[in-house]
């Protein structure tokens, strides 16, 4: 209360969530600010996934099964419950499921859980985690900028491999799935109740073309993406956030901004984030493959503080992003799948 009301003193209108970590912070300043306490629930609804899958499934978003787990003994049950509905025999392969934290960003504690084995791997001070069932379908994020309750530019962020790259514009294969995503979207909006601001759901599309909901970030996404907008397309995606959470910009100056998607689009920017793949390394080698290729724009990766690799975690944090640019989504697509097979570290 005390710093909303500092803020409110020295002029600020509205407070934006840059990190996962600032959503319910920014939710409370908003509530003081724009003298509306209904917009801190929306915040933490936003921030935590277990409230978030129930929001979405009250709305009638299309969810897979997910519970809330306080211990293992949790995970285990929901394993075989899981497992026991897709009727699976004695000896068949148990389909996976996913464990992930209540409020960490992206791929931050997420894990692929296949046997009662791989369930002791979790450590205690990981829980309480959201449980879900897998679904089999191509992932892909969306970035929407929302101003008076309707999108005003919303970009498909194409996966290669969830965890390592990303890209965008999307392929046209994706990009063909453009008018159910928008409507989705626009049911997250309703459903969430959000007027102002900018929305960073992830959705599966199953081979039927049905499309499930994953979660949804109320704040910019990782792996970059606002910089491979501002790559492909010439905009600045944190000036239009700050123009999306203003309740006082005008609709020309909100028109006057966005680009149109896709077509406006330069050309097709990605990024691949790096993870040594040898145990001990002494320096960064960046291979020659990789920096000639004519879509290779730069990189942000540093030496090696230490020899010693830690064993990655989860979908653990890379060690540095490379950065890649060009006219052709497929050859970037194959260029940054080829990435997964480079060694960075020697």
Not at 114 to 127: C, L, N, V
Request: proline share 5%.
């Amino acid at each position: 209360m005390e710093i909303a009301e500092t803020l409110r003193d020295m002029g600020v209108d509205v407070a934006i969530p840059i990190f996962e970590e600032t959503v319910e912070w920014a939710g409370a300043i908003n509530s003081v600010l724009m003298d509306n306490p209904r917009l801190f629930g929306q915040a933490m609804l936003l921030r935590d996934k277990a409230l978030m899958k129930r929001r979405a499934q009250l709305g009638g978003i299309r969810v897979g099964i997910f519970e809330e787990a306080h211990e293992r003994d949790d995970v285990i049950r929901f394993l075989k419950r899981v497992n026991q509905t897709l009727m699976k025999l004695d000896g068949d392969p148990n389909d996976p499921i996913h464990i992930k934290a209540f409020d960490k960003a992206g791929c931050l504690g997420h894990r692929v859980i296949r046997t009662p084995d791989e369930i002791e791997t979790i450590p205690d001070d990981d829980f309480p985690v959201l449980m879900e069932s897998h679904l089999d379908g191509w992932e892909f994020a969306v970035e929407a900028w929302i101003h008076d309750g309707k999108i005003r530019f919303l970009n498909i962020s194409e996966y290669v491999t969830l965890g390592y790259s990303v890209f965008v514009p999307a392929t046209p294969e994706l990009e063909q799935y453009r008018p159910e995503i928008t409507r989705q979207v626009e049911r997250l909006i309703k459903t969430f109740d959000i007027d102002f601001g900018f929305v960073h759901p992830e959705y599966f599309v199953t081979s039927d073309g049905e499309m499930y909901f994953g979660e949804v970030a109320y704040r910019p996404p990782g792996f970059k993406v606002f910089e491979l907008l501002e790559r492909s397309y010439g905009f600045n995606a944190y000036h239009g956030l700050v123009l999306a959470f203003d309740p006082k910009t005008t609709e020309e100056e909100i028109e006057d901004f966005f680009p149109k998607e896709v077509v406006d689009a330069k050309g097709h920017s990605g990024t691949f984030g790096v993870y040594p793949r040898r145990r001990v390394v002494s320096r960064l080698s960046v291979p020659e493959e990789t920096e000639d290729h004519e879509y290779f724009e730069s990189h942000e990766l540093s030496s090696p503080l230490t020899e010693k690799v830690m064993k990655r975690t989860a979908f653990g944090n890379h060690w540095g992003l490379l950065y890649f640019f060009g006219d052709d989504p497929y050859t970037l697509r194959d260029l940054l799948k080829r990435q997964e097979e480079l060694d960075f570290y020697i």
